[in-house]
């Protein structure tokens, strides 16, 4: 069952993953906290390119990575082998679309 809140659907998932749709940008991470990777699962309506941003909570860029994606569903993971144990933002941008979602290392 989705929850609706204006344009955004949080998607309820399991226990250990979180998503969101906007517009037809569906994000996904499983598991979420995670210790060693996480999957980042997303689905496109058109060809973009994606660009995948991690934030620690000092604000820091802690992962750049970007890619071109053609429509349809797609998944990348994100190593937590640089990554102290704690909770980071996970910022995706495709088109003129940008999400931001929490995401937990732990040990």
Known sequence: MAKSSSEKTYLETP????????????????????????????????????RFEVYNFSRQKVISKAKEYPFGQHEMKISADHLKAGIYVLRV???????????IVQY
């Open 15 to 50: 226990d250990s993953a979180e998503a969101i749709v906007i517009d037809g940008f569906q994000l996904t991470t499983y598991p979420n906290p995670f210790s060693e990777y996480t999957n980042v699962s997303f689905s496109l309506e058109n060809a973009s390119l994606v």
């Open 93 to 103: 941008r495709a088109n003129d679309q940008v999400e931001m979602m929490k995401v």
